[in-house]
C-alpha cells in the first residue's frame, strides 16, 4: 500500500489559526498568575488521566481554547488515519519498507488472528515467542537452568547497544525492587574496553549468564563485546578449576552461560550458542522501540513473567486509550501537539524529563534515543524537506538532584525550556526522619518547582522581604516558564509501560504533524561506515592514513606518536 506524501502542516488553515493564538496571547502577555486567577476551573479544564497516570497541563502555556486549536492541528495532517495505519500495520516506515508494529508486541492473546501483516498473524507469533521466553525465565529463576559446574545462574549480563541496552537497562534500574528472585543484572553497551572491564568486576563466572542482544548478530560493538567477554568466561572459569580448558568443556560451558537475542541462527550457531537458546523479533520492531520483546528476556529473567506481563498490560493501557479517544480529550496526543506548540511557535529547542523518583534515573536517557533518533531529521518521509524546525533536546535527572544543578538555567536563564515532572504518590522504601515522612518531604519539592516555575516571584514581592535594593533584580523569578506533572500511584511494572508507551505516541504525534518518517534512523550509519574505514589507518596502514582528510590524519598521528 503507497503511503499518502505528507501534509505540509505550516500551510493548513489550522496552523495559521495557530499563529494567530499565539500572537493574540503574546500581544495580551502570557501570565499564568493571571490565567489561573482569572479561571478557577483552568486546572479542572486541564487535567487528565490516562489509566492509572494524572496529568495536569495547567501549568503550560496554553488556554482552554488552546486544545480545540491543537486537535485541529492534528486533524489536519491526518493523524487519526496515520495512527490506524500504523496499528494494522501498514509499512510506514517508507525508506526501509517495513510496518511500525511495536504496539503489537503487548496485544493479549485474545487479539491473536486479528493482525496479520504481510503474511504473519503477528499477535501469535508474539505470543509464540513470549512463551518460550517465559519457560527460560522459569528455569533460571527456580535454578533449573544451571551454569557448567552445576550452580544456580545469579547474575545476568545483557550485551547490547541502542535500543538493546539503554530499554531494558532503564527498565531495569526503575524495577529494582521487584527483584526476587536473587537474580541482579548488568548491561554492557560501549565498545569502550573500559565498559566490559568494570561490568565483569566481581562477577562470579559460575553464576553469570550472558544474553547477546543483537537481531542481525553482527552488531560491531555487541559483537566485539560478546568475543571479549566469551574469552573472559572461559579465563575465569579455567582459572577457578570449574573446566579444564579441553574443547568440549569449552564448549559446554558457552551454551551453558550464553544465550542470544537475534533472528541470526546460524551467526548464534557459529558463535557457539545453541540456537534453541536464541529468541527472535521482526524487523517491524525499531530497536529504540523493541524493550518489551525479546530484548527484554533479562527483564524477564530477573522480575518474571509475571511481572513482565504486567509491564505489557501497562503498555497497551496507552496504545488502546491513544487509539480510542477523541483527540481533544486525548492528553497523549495533546502533549505531542503541546510539543509542537512550544518547539514551532515558541522556539523552544530542548525539553527536559524531570522524575521524582530515583529508580527512573535512566528514564531521560532513554528518551534520548526514544526521540531524537527518532525525530531528528530534516526531510520527509516522501524524501522533501522539512517545511519548519524539527526534534527536540530531551534531557533531564532525577530531583531532588538536577535542583542543586541545572534548575537555575530552567528558572532564571534565558531559554524557554519545558519540563515534564513525573512523580509516583507511594514508594517502596518508606522511612522518616524523626516525625518527617522521607517520601513527603521529597514530593515537597516536585510540588514546589512547578509551582515556582509557573508563578516566579516579583520584584515587589522580594523587596517586601528586606532585600536589599541593589540585588532585587538577581533574585526575581519571572515565572510562566511551563511544566506538565505527571503523577502516578508507584512505580510498578504496569505504571513504567504507560510512561514508555505514553512517549512512544508523543513521539509519533510529533512527527506526524513534521511529516517525519520516525522510524528509520539514516543519521547514525555515515560515522559506523566511517570507523571502519578509518580503523586501519589508527595503527599501522600508511596509505589508509593518507586517504583521510588533514585533521583525522593530524589526530591519528597524535595518538600513533602517544599510545603505549
Known amino acids: 500500500m503507497a503511503i499518502n506524501p505528507p501534509i505540509d502542516a505550516t500551510v493548513t488553515q489550522a496552523w495559521k489559526d495557530l499563529q494567530k493564538h499565539f500572537e493574540d496571547l503574546q500581544h495580551e502577555g502570557i501570565d499564568l498568575r493571571t490565567w489561573f486567577n482569572e479561571d478557577s476551573q483552568r486546572t479542572a479544564k486541564l487535567s487528565f488521566d490516562a489509566g492509572?497516570?494524572?496529568?495536569?497541563?495547567?501549568?503550560?502555556?496554553?488556554?482552554?481554547?488552546?486544545?480545540?486549536?491543537?486537535?485541529?492541528?492534528?486533524?489536519?495532517?491526518?493523524?487519526?488515519?496515520?495512527?490506524?495505519?500504523?496499528?494494522?500495520?501498514?509499512?510506514?516506515?517508507?525508506?526501509?519498507?517495513?510496518?511500525?508494529?511495536?504496539?503489537?508486541?503487548r496485544r493479549p492473546v485474545e487479539d491473536e488472528?486479528?493482525?496479520?501483516?504481510?503474511?504473519?498473524?503477528?499477535?501469535?507469533?508474539?505470543?509464540?515467542?513470549?512463551?518460550?521466553?517465559?519457560?527460560?525465565?522459569?528455569?533460571?529463576?527456580?535454578?533449573?537452568?544451571?551454569?557448567?559446574?552445576?550452580?544456580?545462574?545469579?547474575?545476568?549480563?545483557?550485551?547490547?547497544?541502542?535500543?538493546?541496552?539503554?530499554?531494558?537497562?532503564?527498565?531495569?534500574?526503575?524495577?529494582?525492587?521487584?527483584?526476587?528472585?536473587?537474580?541482579?543484572?548488568?548491561?554492557?553497551?560501549?565498545?569502550?574496553?573500559?565498559?566490559?572491564?568494570?561490568?565483569?568486576?566481581?562477577?562470579?563466572?559460575?553464576?553469570?549468564?550472558?544474553?547477546?542482544?543483537?537481531?542481525?548478530?553482527?552488531?560491531?560493538e555487541t559483537l566485539t563485546n560478546a568475543r571479549e567477554a566469551k574469552a573472559w568466561l572461559l579465563e575465569e572459569l579455567q582459572a577457578q578449576g570449574a573446566i579444564d580448558g579441553s574443547q568440549e568443556q569449552s564448549k559446554d560451558a558457552i551454551e551453558r552461560h550464553f544465550v542470544a537475542v537475534s533472528t541470526a541462527l546460524d551467526k548464534v550457531a557459529?558463535?557457539?550458542?545453541?540456537?534453541?537458546?536464541?529468541?527472535?523479533?521482526?524487523?517491524?520492531?525499531?530497536?529504540?522501540?523493541?524493550?518489551?520483546?525479546?530484548?527484554?528476556?533479562?527483564?524477564?529473567?530477573?522480575?518474571?513473567?509475571?511481572?513482565?506481563?504486567?509491564?505489557?498490560?501497562?503498555?497497551?493501557?496507552?496504545?488502546?486509550?491513544?487509539?480510542?479517544?477523541?483527540?481533544?480529550?486525548?492528553?497523549?496526543?495533546?502533549?505531542?501537539?503541546?510539543?509542537?506548540?512550544?518547539?514551532?511557535?515558541?522556539?523552544?529547542?530542548?525539553?527536559?524529563?524531570?522524575?521524582?523518583?530515583?529508580?527512573?534515573?535512566?528514564?531521560?536517557?532513554?528518551?534520548?534515543?526514544?526521540?531524537m533518533e527518532s525525530n531528528g531529521k530534516s526531510v520527509r518521509w516522501d524524501g522533501t524537506p522539512v517545511t519548519t524546525q524539527t526534534g527536540e533536546i530531551y534531557w533531564g535527572e532525577p530531583g531532588t538532584n538536577g535542583q542543586h544543578a541545572f534548575y537555575q538555567l530552567i528558572h532564571q536563564g534565558t531559554r524557554l525550556i519545558p519540563a515534564d515532572f513525573i512523580a509516583f504518590a507511594n514508594t517502596p522504601n518508606p522511612v522518616k526522619d524523626g516525625d518527617q515522612d522521607v517520601h513527603e518531604l521529597f514530593l515537597a519539592n516536585y510540588f514546589a518547582q512547578t509551582k515556582a516555575l509557573a508563578f516566579g516571584k516579583t520584584a515587589d514581592e522580594v523587596r517586601e522581604e528586606g532585600t536589599p535594593e541593589a540585588i532585587v533584580p538577581a533574585r526575581v523569578f519571572t515565572g510562566n516558564r511551563p511544566t506538565t506533572s505527571i503523577l502516578g500511584d508507584a512505580l510498578t511494572p504496569f505504571a513504567l509501560g504507560e510512561l514508555i508507551a505514553l512517549y512512544e505516541h508523543i513521539t509519533f504525534v510529533e512527527g506526524t504533524v513534521w511529516g517525519l518518517d520516525s522510524y528509520d534512523q539514516w543519521g547514525v550509519e555515515l560515522g559506523k561506515v566511517l570507523a571502519k574505514q578509518i580503523t586501519p589507518a589508527i595503527s599501522s596502514d600508511d596509505e589508509a592514513l593518507a586517504q583521510q582528510d588533514q585533521s583525522t590524519q593530524s589526530l591519528i598521528n597524535f595518538y600513533r606518536a602517544h599510545r603505549e
Open 52 to 105: 492509572d497516570l494524572h496529568f495536569d497541563l495547567s501549568k503550560n502555556l496554553i488556554k482552554p481554547e488552546t486544545l480545540p486549536l491543537l486537535a485541529n492541528l492534528a486533524k489536519s495532517v491526518n493523524l487519526e488515519e496515520r495512527l490506524k495505519a500504523m496499528y494494522s500495520g501498514v509499512h510506514i516506515n517508507n525508506t526501509e519498507d517495513r510496518a511500525v508494529l511495536h504496539t503489537a508486541l
Open 113 to 220: 488472528g486479528k493482525y496479520i501483516v504481510d503474511g504473519q498473524d503477528t499477535v501469535k507469533d508474539v505470543r509464540e515467542t513470549l512463551d518460550r521466553i517465559y519457560a527460560f525465565a522459569d528455569k533460571v529463576r527456580s535454578g533449573e537452568w544451571k551454569g557448567v559446574s552445576g550452580k544456580k545462574i545469579e547474575t545476568v549480563v545483557n550485551i547490547g547497544i541502542g535500543g538493546s541496552d539503554l530499554g531494558p537497562n532503564m527498565a531495569y534500574q526503575a524495577l529494582k525492587p521487584y527483584a526476587d528472585a536473587g537474580i541482579s543484572a548488568r548491561y554492557i553497551s560501549n565498545i569502550d574496553p573500559n565498559d566490559l572491564a568494570e561490568k565483569t568486576k566481581g562477577l562470579n563466572p559460575e553464576t553469570t549468564l550472558f544474553i547477546i542482544v543483537s537481531k542481525t548478530f553482527s552488531t560491531l
Open 270 to 371: 557459529a558463535f557457539g550458542i545453541d540456537p534453541q537458546n536464541s529468541f527472535g523479533f521482526w524487523n517491524w520492531v525499531g530497536g529504540r522501540y523493541s524493550v518489551d520483546s525479546a530484548v527484554g528476556t533479562s527483564l524477564a529473567v530477573v522480575f518474571g513473567p509475571a511481572r513482565f506481563e504486567e509491564f505489557l498490560h501497562g503498555f497497551h493501557e496507552i496504545d488502546e486509550y491513544f487509539a480510542n479517544t477523541p483527540i481533544e480529550q486525548n492528553v497523549v496526543a495533546l502533549l505531542g501537539l503541546i510539543n509542537v506548540w512550544y518547539v514551532n511557535f515558541f522556539g523552544a529547542h530542548s525539553h527536559a524529563v524531570l522524575p521524582y523518583d530515583q529508580y527512573l534515573n535512566r528514564f531521560p536517557a532513554y528518551l534520548q534515543q526514544l526521540t
